[in-house]
């Protein structure tokens, strides 16, 4: 399904299978449940998945009618293209409350979608309605886009509860603001200094600039005019330079060493996050190494294109991208999440 054309307003989701036999325990066609789609996903048996899918759309499961309409727009796991039968899939579905469904019609409807002829389109006289529906139900992308909107109407309290429910639901943008809002938005301000380094190594502008702050300032932490240029640093990388003003403020009183030490340890914990096991950064970043693009620009976009093209695995329980072939061609488009502008 074609997503909105501005960054602001875009998100995707997804599933797997066995080849008209089985998974490792047979399950009578009643029986067969989302998990079974999921584990046939996990494990790369499309064709297992998709019968699985068919069968329970086919008993009027919401869900899974949600889930085959996305399938059939854009020919997931190899299957062909049915736009009809995806329409009338994802209005049946939306019309039943499930939470995917609601986010596309959101998605197709609101003023700034890019649908193009020949599109999988549904029209909704409500999409506001839509996207409060997908975030009710649960759909963290919905309670993502939905908690931005609110912040852009300046209904910041609003729009804080809701980046915490998104948040526990491991959406790392959400759980980025979270911690942003807390620490340095609140009045006053927490500064849980240990909560800010822990979510440095996301990439999040708004993290990185706020510890550059406090370094400079000697806020929390001990006064460190090289570590904060450190991470102001970072920030203006992961905020594609729009902060280059602030890094050349940061690199006053420094000399020309102290300044080169500071910029080359900024790059360093960039792509030494990007290979961490276990950082924020890491799990966008495994895409840019399988695919050959070891390099800033795409661990830049790494975690915000990841966390976009996976959006279909939310409320699914997907273990792997490669559950879906589509997830590669997601990857190369352009960057489908908010961006968080800087606050310094």
Not at 288 to 317: I, M
């Amino acid at each position: 399904m074609n997503r909105p054309a501005t960054r602001l307003l875009k998100i995707v989701v997804i599933i797997s299978s066995v080849a008209g036999l089985a998974l490792s325990a047979p399950a009578s066609a009643k029986d067969v449940t989302m998990q079974d789609v999921v584990r046939a996903a996990d494990a790369e048996d499309f064709k297992a998945a998709y019968q699985q899918l068919e069968n329970l759309a086919n008993r009027g499961n919401a869900q899974a009618e949600g889930f085959l309409a996305y399938v059939l727009s854009i020919g997931e796991w190899h299957v062909p293209i049915d736009k009809a039968r995806a329409e009338n899939l994802l209005r049946s579905a939306a019309d039943k409350g499930d939470a995917y469904a609601n986010l596309e019609l959101y998605l197709m409807n609101e003023p700034e979608a890019n649908i193009h002829p020949g599109d999988v389109f549904v029209q909704s006289n409500d999409y506001l309605g839509n996207l409060e529906t997908a975030a009710d139900a649960g759909n963290a992308p919905a309670q993502v886009l939905l908690a931005f909107k609110l912040r852009n109407e300046k209904k910041f309290n609003e729009a804080y509860l809701w980046f915490q429910k998104a948040a526990s639901k491991e959406a790392l943008i959400a759980k980025g603001m979270k911690v942003f809002i807390e620490d340095f938005e609140h009045h006053p301000p927490t500064q849980n200094i240990k909560r800010l380094l822990d979510l440095s190594t996301a990439g999040f502008p708004n993290i990185n600039a706020s510890l550059a702050f406090f370094y400079r300032n000697g806020r929390g932490m001990q006064h460190s005019p090289d570590l904060a240029l450190s991470y102001i640093t970072v920030a203006n990388i992961f905020s594609n330079s729009q902060l280059n003003a602030k890094v050349h403020q940061y690199e006053t009183g420094l000399s020309e060493k102290d300044r080169q030490k500071a910029t080359e340890r900024a790059r360093e914990w960039v792509f030494r996050w990007a290979k961490g096991p276990n950082t924020y950064l890491s799990v966008g970043a495994k895409w840019c190494e399988s695919e050959g693009f070891w390099n800033t620009p795409c661990l830049v976009n790494a975690l915000l294109d990841h966390e976009a093209c996976v959006t279909p695995f939310f409320g699914y329980g997907f273990n792997k991208p490669t559950a879906f072939p589509g997830y590669s061609k997601c990857r190369y488009k352009e960057s489908m999440f908010p961006i968080i502008q800087p606050t310094f």
